[in-house]
């Protein structure tokens, strides 16, 4: 993962958005002998979801029960300062994520 955010405030339950790395995912893709090493490809491979939902899974743990992320969505593109989710010195400008994705935060809790 590159990046993840938690969306909860004012809502049922916490859900995440989660950006994957663009470097790394494709040498992913090869380890597990896989043809794609396009990101938009990859991010919805079942391999992969499967280790993001282990991952989610195991921070969950850690969490108290209101705390744990109940979904998540992998987006296909990464959030860099100059797509605007991200300022130059790499934090997350959540106003923008949610308005960006505002209909994909939607989806998760429908």
Do not use: C
Request: cysteine-free; charged content about 25%.
């Amino acid at each position: 993962m590159a990046q993840a955010v938690a969306i909860g405030d004012r809502r049922p339950y916490v859900t995440a958005l989660i950006v994957l790395d663009d470097e790394f995912l494709p040498m992913w893709g090869r380890a597990n002998g896989l043809d794609q090493t396009r990101v938009a490809d990859l991010a919805t491979h079942p391999d992969l979801l499967a280790e993001i939902t282990a991952a989610v899974s195991a921070a969950n743990e850690k969490l108290a029960r209101p705390e744990q992320v109940k979904t998540f969505r992998v987006l296909p593109t990464a959030w860099t300062p100059e797509s605007g989710e991200l300022t130059p010195t790499l934090k997350l400008r959540r106003r923008v994520v949610q308005e960006r994705y505002a209909d994909t935060i939607s989806s998760l809790y429908s």
